[in-house]
């Protein structure tokens, strides 16, 4: 099995622009969440899914959408991209939300805007 | 409300000395806790977690973890680091019942030769 898997690896982006950051999973997990890291900041949660057509904003879901039309798929969208997301993003998935389940995560996109 | 706080965000120590990485949590229920690691350029994976029973809770790499509720801390160990142990570290905290991880801001470790 692949696990979770991103797309891009890295990406620049123009301020203003926008893009879809990929994520897919083939553990057919309930959860998926949407992290942003940055450098002494630990990892914050952006937005999560419990489930195919059902989303939830985190700590920081300004400038950012989400859409869970599959189970295995939960792409993050930014619109007009600001330099205030330049940051490693990580998708991860687990069968169920807190309780026991390990979070397993994908290897990040690494984002520049410029 | 859950929190997690990590202190120190560097830890240097000797090849073959204890690691000791802390982590400290509030949480409003009983809480589940987890390590994690993360090595340069990857995400993250599970060293190990806690969710009931024993509160010694041994993991991979020879890391273990205490949960002490008086405490409320669940301090990382490993008796004899490694090279291969230089990485960062993630603590982090969930509700049984809840939607989200809430993350310590991590702890990196370097070791020395």
């Known amino acids: 099995n692949a696990g979770v898997t991103q797309t891009p690896k890295f990406r620049i982006l123009k301020i203003g622009q926008s893009m879809t950051l990929q994520c897919t999973q083939d553990?057919?997990?309930?959860?998926m969440y949407w992290y942003r890291q940055d450098p002494g900041m630990g990892l914050k949660l952006i937005y999560y899914s419990v489930g195919a057509g059902i989303t939830d904003k985190g700590e920081v879901p300004n400038g950012y959408n989400v859409s869970r039309s599959t189970t295995e798929d939960f792409p993050l969208r930014l619109e007009l991209a600001a330099p205030s997301q330049t940051s490693v993003y990580f998708c991860?998935?687990?069968?169920?939300?807190?309780?026991?389940?390990?979070?397993?995560f994908g290897p990040g996109t690494r984002l520049t805007v410029l | 409300a859950q929190s997690v706080t990590q202190l120190g965000s560097h830890v240097s120590v000797s090849e073959g000395a204890l690691v000791l990485l802390r982590c400290n949590y509030s949480s409003s229920v009983p809480p589940y806790l987890f390590w994690y690691v993360q090595y340069p350029n990857q995400g993250l994976q599970l060293l190990l977690k806690?969710?009931?029973?024993?509160?010694l809770v041994k993991g991979i790499n020879g890391f273990e973890a205490e949960f002490k509720k008086s405490e409320t801390s669940f301090h990382l160990t490993k008796p004899s680091a490694h090279m291969s142990d230089a990485a960062e570290y993630f603590c982090a905290v969930s509700a049984p019942t809840g939607n989200q991880f809430y993350f310590g801001t991590g702890t990196s470790l370097t070791v020395i030769p």
């Open positions: 991860a998935s687990s069968w169920k939300a807190g309780g026991p389940d390990t979070q397993y």
């Open positions: 806690y969710t009931t029973g024993a509160t």
């Open positions: 553990m057919n997990h309930n959860y």
